[in-house]
């Protein structure tokens, strides 16, 4: 569970990670009130939304061929680790 939330918040902060890598790059400190303005901060979030979106369905479509998940068990007194069949 906490792998798909981190997966989706990480996707949607990289339009905001990769605007401040660009000031930085223009040699402008990126924490600056005025870069941040609201129409920035609104294309910014919504990019983020897009992307978010964008990678969770991509995600969700790529692991489909994936199988059914069989947890580790015992098998005959023996651990058998979790698989996928």
């Known amino acids: 569970m906490w ?3 981190v997966e989706t918040a990480l996707l949607f902060l990289t339009p905001f990670v990769a605007y401040a890598i660009f000031h930085l790059l223009q040699r402008r400190w990126p ?3 005025e ?3 609201g129409r ?3 294309l910014l979030t919504i990019a983020g ?3 978010a979106i964008v990678g ?3 995600m969700g479509l790529t692991r489909l061929n994936q199988g059914a998940y069989v947890p580790a068990h015992v098998e005959n007194g023996k651990l058998t680790p979790g698989r996928f069949e």
Do not use: G, K, M, Q
Request: proline share 0%.
């Open 3 to 5: 792998r798909a939330i």
């Open 49 to 51: 939304l897009l992307v």
């Open 56 to 58: 969770v369905v991509t």
């Open 35 to 37: 870069l941040w303005h």
């Open 31 to 33: 924490f600056v009130r």
């Open 40 to 42: 920035i901060v609104s």
